[in-house]
């Protein structure tokens, strides 16, 4: 069994920074892409960053310039810097993984529990 467990969360103000990190433990063989999504009150949970295995990511629109995923593969870490917040970055974070295990064979998609972001204006 694998968890991924978040970490980082608060609340700021507007124009406020602050970095989410994600830990990987359990058993696995490998991990494949990752990514951070968001869901706010009443919202649709969506995408906010990805970082696939060769480091390549992908950004939102949203938050393109002001979010950072970084991404540590020898110690399955990954974080999201998120600078300039506002109050519409305001949801639960979470960051998933595709975990690969070889016997049995599973590649399945994990989710962590989610961190809470406030942003005040």
């Known amino acids: 069994q694998v968890q991924l467990v978040e970490s980082g969360g608060g609340s700021v103000q507007t124009g406020g920074s602050l970095t989410l990190s994600c830990a990987a433990s359990?058993?696995?063989?490998?991990?494949?892409?990752m990514a951070w999504y968001r869901q706010a009150p009443g919202k649709a949970r969506e995408l906010v960053a990805s970082s696939s295995t060769d480091l390549t990511t992908r950004y939102a629109a949203a938050v393109k310039g002001r979010f950072t995923i970084i991404r540590d593969n020898t110690k399955i870490l990954m974080w999201l810097q998120m600078n300039d917040l506002n109050p519409e970055d305001t949801a639960v974070y979470y960051c998933?993984?595709?975990?690969?295990?070889?016997?049995?064979?599973?590649?399945?998609?994990?989710w962590g529990q989610g961190t809470q972001v406030t942003v005040s204006s």
């Open positions: 998933t993984a595709e975990v690969t295990t070889f016997r049995p064979f599973t590649k399945i998609p994990y």
């Open positions: 359990g058993r696995y063989d490998s991990i494949g892409d």
